[in-house]
């Protein structure tokens, strides 16, 4: 898969799970984490680096098992350096 127009395709930080201390939270407690990795862009520089991106601007993508979300790069807020 290789992406056009400007899109770019993110692998998603897990949701925390389990806090340090040990405490197993439930769906309701944990929020939702838009940071991710960049897999793929027409922007080489910006592949591998960690970027936060707007909550609802993805479209989640099932690839060999794992999810991944294809978002506009101009969806993109911040980059990790």
Known sequence: MRMLNGYVLLRPEAKEKETESGIILTQSDTHIVNQAEVVQAEDTELVGKKVIYKQY????????????????????TAVYE
């Open 57 to 76: 601007a993805a479209i989640e993508h099932e690839e060999d098992g794992e999810i991944l979300l294809i978002i506009d790069q101009d969806n993109i």
